[in-house]
């Protein structure tokens, strides 16, 4: 399933927006070099093709175009993101959190 927001991805329920964030970037630290090889270059593609459409128009659709850009590249590769490692979720989770508790009780 795709997510668009991180709020509804089930393995996060909970977690307040930077606990979540946390996860997720941990978790994409962990994918295989391959796999975060084609998530960038699928990321460098998206933002090449959105930089040029403004690079080609004309006038006050140049200002359009550069409002689009971020939401646009955000709606195509946050779900694909989260797609990619929502199996590590959990896990990722399970050890971010069991360290902070360890944390907490040592003190």
Known sequence: M??????????LQGLNFAQRMQVVRAAADKLPAPTKVGLNTLKLFIIFGLFILIARAD???ILGYALLV???YLLITRPITF????SQFS?????LFEQERKVQADD
């Open 91 to 95: 896990t990722v989770r399970q050890q």
């Open 83 to 86: 797609a990619l490692c929502q």
């Open 2 to 11: 795709l997510y668009f927001s991180s709020h509804k991805i089930p393995e």
């Open 70 to 72: 971020a939401p646009v």
């Open 59 to 61: 006038g006050w659709a």
